[in-house]
């Protein structure tokens, strides 16, 4: 069974807000949901290490999230949200910490993959056998730049283990995002330049389609979509979180990678009325991946970005996915669709492990 790499997972953002512990079967997170009522927040959870480890899921980008005020859910207790900058940089630093605090404190569970030495190491541990639970390692990544108060505490980010910052959520001060269309604005501009220089990857999900194109024109370092989909193929959407084809063709142009999203809404916007979680199948995650590598004319561009937990629980994802241990049952949907197991190791982990190998210092 291949190795897999999410590109995509709001860890910090449940760990703390929500009080989920990931180390623990997935049974025992969703009962304790139903306590707090925690599962109003996208519903019934998707993870567990246990989990993780039946699907050979090791190794996953894990988001620093946050959210501004205007966005804030007023059904989730216990929100955190940010009015200023300063509020969003303290928000941020301290989900950072709290992977740090992880690793430190629950390393049988939780391991930071910050430098090539430290994957080659983690990768290891996966290939090996070994009795019990593998830990689940974590590269971190910003969703939403607003934490960032100046560009010169970006070698400051690097130097406590964020690889890749997402411009957008919202939108904000760097360009438009989700909802709130806009381009790149001058403070955006300055701020990809100061996160090459550092040696950073760049996210376009979520960010306005002016303003990915932008990057795609002038950022010269690692581009990729950790967790988007091709708008073209989603039934009933009009929004702009989901790729355009143009976006495609120059983030392939560029030898950028997406992060396929197995969530209904991205995969058919009319899920809920044409039939809801049983309507939609892994297939349409495999067709998604099959759209990609067809507009490449290789395997080489595409992966996968679950964002479960993301504001998306159980309810929420196709019909074979109960929790993160069924993500493998996407594979078998790529081999009718005429992938080879070679192709699909690409895909399950092999280009965002390549990706990531690159940008990891030594
Ligand atoms: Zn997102």
Redesign the pocket.
Known sequence: MPFILDAHQDLAYNMTVLGRDYSLPNAQTRLRDRQTGNDAYGGGSLLGLPEYNAAQVGLVFGTLFSVPERRSNPKLEGEEYYRTPAEAHRLYWNQLDYYHKLAETQSDAFRLVLTKQELKSHLELWQSETDGLKPLGIVPLM?GAEGILDLDELPAWWERGLRIIGLA?AGNRFCGGTREPGGLTAEGKDLIHAMAEVGFVLDL??MDEPAALECLEIYPGQIIAS?ANAAKLVKGYNSNRLLSGEVITKLIARDGLIGVLPINVFLNAEWQKDGGKTAISLRMVAEQIDYICQMAGDVRHVGIGT?FD?GFGVEQVPAEIDTIADLPLLFPFLEELGYDSKEIDRIASGNFLDMIETTLPA
């Open positions: 969703e959520w999900s979520h967790h964002d993301g």
